[in-house]
């Protein structure tokens, strides 16, 4: 007969139940969670499609730019098309490499030290897109299990007022407090966890592709390098 006192009603600890049954800033909690949790895979999924495109631009570019091609067709044709990735990386290149002739550059140490400035700032700018809202998804992954405790922490004071308010330690009168705190800890963690793993992942990916554009620019400069070398010789002679 105890144990059928002690019973819980059917569905008294089901999710919604201990939802609609926690106090207001436990649900305040619960809320707020839910909802950065939905943000961080909105912003998960985007990244990945976002990131998955520039790759395939990145490869696309490459197989054009080391076809053959010479840069004046290459510019040209991108000149009209809007440019992200290494195309961006290229184009900034490129135009001040023409301004500067346009102008009448005659030291090729400057005109060097300009393009690779030009090429720096390009790389920052792609690299800012790529690595927007980041941040949110490190701060819902260190800051979501905190969040979570101090619903914990208010579910657990509620129970301990029931206690008081019951004068009873028994089992129905506590369990519900520590089920709502214990959701608030849950809740947090599916946020945070998702969030970590998935920041990690995209960090990485972010650094793979701002090493690729790197590494090109690099390439690129070199190949500039060569041809100013050459134009400063066919000038002296």
Do not use: C
């Amino acid at each position: 007969m105890e144990q059928i006192a002690l019973a819980a009603p059917e569905g008294q600890y089901s999710l919604w139940a201990l939802f609609m049954q926690a106090g207001l800033i436990v649900k305040l909690v619960m809320i707020g969670l839910v909802l950065a949790s939905v943000w961080t895979w909105a912003i998960v999924i985007d990244k990945m499609i976002a990131m998955g495109r520039i790759r395939k631009a990145m490869d696309r570019f490459e197989e054009v730019f080391w076809s053959g091609q010479s840069l004046e067709e290459l510019y040209r044709a991108l000149a009209e098309k809007k440019t992200s990735g290494m195309g961006a990386v290229f184009m900034a290149a490129m135009r001040e490499w023409k301004k500067s002739f346009e102008r009448g550059a005659k030291s090729p140490h400057s005109l060097q030290t300009r393009i690779d400035r030009a090429m720096d700032l390009a790389i920052a700018r792609e690299m800012e897109g790529v690595e927007s809202r980041l941040g949110f998804l490190a701060s819902v992954g260190s800051g979501a299990p905190f969040i979570g405790l101090f619903g914990t922490v208010i579910g657990i004071m509620t129970s301990f007022q029931a206690i008081a308010g019951s004068k009873s330690t028994n089992l129905a009168v506590v369990a519900p407090g520590i089920a709502e705190a214990l959701l608030a800890t849950a809740i947090g963690l599916l946020a945070a966890i998702p969030a970590t793993i998935a920041y990690n992942k995209l960090s990485g990916d972010a650094s793979k592709l701002s090493a690729r554009l790197e590494g090109f620019a690099d390439e690129f400069s070199a190949i500039l390098s060569r041809q100013l070398d050459e134009r400063s010789a066919k000038q002296a002679a």
